[in-house]
């Protein structure tokens, strides 16, 4: 659950991500680590990685792994 404080700051990333076709509580995780700086996601969910973003970068574990080499 999202704090009443920082909704109403990922809202309109949530629903802008949402746009793409991401399911709701799949665009509030990656507004989350939007909203924390992270520069990574990293999932398995092959849904979510087809999400394309300037702001993170949506990877899997095995290529995370491989490009952290």
Sequence with gaps: ???C???EQLQ???DEIML???K???AVHVACAVYARCIYF??????LLK???S?????NPINFTQLEE
């Design 42 to 47: 990293i999932t398995t969910d092959t849904r």
């Design 5 to 7: 404080e920082r909704r």
């Design 20 to 22: 793409t076709g991401v």
């Design 1 to 3: 659950m999202i704090k």
């Design 51 to 53: 999400y394309k973003s």
């Design 24 to 26: 709701y509580k799949d």
């Design 12 to 14: 309109s990333q949530i």
């Design 55 to 59: 702001v993170i970068k949506l990877i």
